[in-house]
């Protein structure tokens, strides 16, 4: 398999240096670690398709797949993802929670990807993100929220499950795909250096992962669900529901309750759970 350790054309963009899979490796794969392969490829269709058909072939648990640029990418509800080559990072993680973590909590996984994301940012790049619900990575950029990235986690079949994270890191305004996109570069982050960012956000995944998978999944033991509500931007203001079957749900988003729902009080008081949907961030009255 071809990766980041073949020579890059010298025409390439001198901001945007390739990967070095070899000290990724170095750094990330030990023994007893959560890591256990990582493969750097030039561009691919999606790293979530292509992981997903190697763990239908056995392919061990903590096998990371990076692509320096995705032509495919999918977000949820087979949204596009589409970024220039090495402007950011592109790649999916095969787990297999075992089955001492029951399966009904496996939807806290994008989740837990989420809060891991956010706690390595912080630390390698210097970065404030917050998470809207349930698997968007906002930054701060001229004082408004921006969405920078975002978390897709996909059943592989035998208990396996891949989850796979798409972050703008190096991308300019004008290459923004929206007005509503960001980046770290636009976020001013300390370091725009994709090695060091990828080994905090791997660092992080494995020990919020570890702690997720030896409390059994629960949320609450694990304290993944204190620490998601405590780094989600959707709690505590106005938000919509937009629900299958073309309803609407209005009101204010309260709680994540134990099964990793956002829970919205409508006018009347009452509280709805919402498991699928996108919720759109409402300003406040006033």
Same mark, same amino acid.
């Given at each position: 398999? &071809?990766?980041?350790? %073949? ?8 901001? #945007?240096?390739?990967? &070095? *899979?070899?000290?990724?490796r ?17 561009? /691919?269709?999606s790293? !979530? ?13 903590? *096998? ?6 995705? =032509?495919?990418?999918? +977000? ?5 993802? /589409? ?15 075992g ?13 837990? %990807? ?11 790049a210097?970065?404030?993100? $917050?998470?809207?619900?349930? !698997?968007?990575?906002?930054? /701060? ?17 035998? +208990?396996?499950?891949?989850?796979g994270? +798409?972050? !703008?890191?190096?991308l300019r ?6 007005? /509503? ?6 976020? &001013?982050?300390?370091?725009?250096d ?18 997720? #998978? =030896?409390?059994?999944?629960?949320p *609450? ?11 989600? *931007? ?23 309750? $134990?099964?990793g ?13 919402? +498991? ?11």
């Amino acid at each position: 398999m &071809n990766d980041s350790d %073949t020579p890059v054309s010298r025409w390439s963009d001198l901001d #945007r240096p390739p990967l &070095n *899979a070899s000290a990724l490796r170095r750094g990330l794969i030990r023994p007893g670690g959560l890591w256990t392969s990582l493969d750097v490829v030039p561009a /691919t269709g999606s790293t !979530n398709t292509d992981l997903a058909g190697r763990a239908a072939a056995g392919l061990a648990e903590g *096998a990371v797949l990076v692509a320096e640029e995705q =032509t495919a990418g999918r +977000g949820r509800l087979d949204r596009r993802w /589409t970024a220039p080559a090495r402007s950011g990072l592109f790649f999916s993680v095969l787990l297999r929670p075992g089955p001492d973590v029951p399966v009904r909590h496996h939807g806290w996984l994008p989740l837990l %990807t989420g809060v891991a994301v956010a706690t390595g940012l912080a630390r390698a790049a210097g970065v404030d993100t $917050s998470l809207k619900w349930p !698997n968007d990575l906002l930054v /701060t950029v001229g004082g408004e929220e921006r969405k920078a990235g975002g978390i897709l986690a996909e059943r592989a079949g035998d +208990g396996a499950v891949v989850v796979g994270i +798409g972050l !703008n890191v190096s991308l300019r305004a004008s290459e923004l795909p929206v007005p /509503t996109a960001g980046s770290l570069a636009l976020a &001013n982050a300390v370091s725009l250096d994709r090695d060091t960012l990828l080994r905090g956000v791997l660092r992080s995944l494995e020990r919020w992962y570890g702690e997720w #998978r =030896t409390a059994g999944g629960d949320p *609450a033991l694990s304290r993944v669900q204190e620490a998601y509500a405590a780094g989600c *931007a959707t709690l505590g203001r106005p938000v919509r529901a937009e629900l299958p079957g073309d309803r609407e749900l209005a009101g204010e988003a309260v709680a994540i309750d $134990s099964e990793g729902r956002l829970v919205v009080r409508t006018g009347d008081g009452e509280r709805h759970p919402v +498991g699928v949907g996108d919720i759109v961030h409402l300003r406040a009255a006033g």
